[in-house]
Nanobody
Framework: QVQLVESGGGLVQAGGSLRLSCAAS????????MAWFRQAPGKEHEIVAA????????YYADSVKGRFTVSRHNAANTVYLQMNSLKPEDTAVYYC????????????????????????WGQGTQVTVSS
């Protein structure tokens, strides 16, 4: 069982930065592939970034590549999303998610980007970017 709590969202002007954190409880965090998804009003749920259990592999959506960085600190049971050069189109609720089979399965982009791979989800944190 993994419980996830996101923090760090807020209101920022375009071009600004935010750092989201996701604190995880449970002993299996270090074995989990972790991901950030987002959902904007009227839009589909979409993958933003993902990171393998050991942190060696990452994935970024094209829309955030070069601006966002996902990282994890396993000793602190925390995953981060550093968001720079924010744009109004980044406005959304951001969700942290955990795939407890990350250690057991070989990392693939297909699995890492599929929402159905993730068994545990946080409650979400709102990010609003004003123009």
């Amino acid at each position: 069982q993994v419980q996830l709590v996101e923090s760090g969202g807020g209101l920022v002007q375009a071009g600004g930065s935010l750092r989201l954190s996701c604190a995880a409880s449970g002993r299996t965090f270090t074995r989990c592939t972790m991901a950030w998804f987002r959902q904007a009003p009227g839009k589909e749920h979409e993958i933003v970034a993902a990171i393998s259990w050991g942190g060696r592999s990452t994935y970024y959506a094209d829309s955030v590549k070069g601006r966002f960085t996902v990282s994890r600190h396993n000793a602190a049971n925390t995953v981060y999303l550093q968001m720079n050069s924010l744009k109004p189109e980044d406005t959304a609720v951001y969700y942290c998610a955990a795939d407890p089979m990350g250690f057991a399965n070989q990392w693939t982009v297909a699995r890492a980007t599929e929402a159905e791979s993730y068994d545990y989800w946080g409650q979400g944190t709102q990010v609003t970017v004003s123009s």
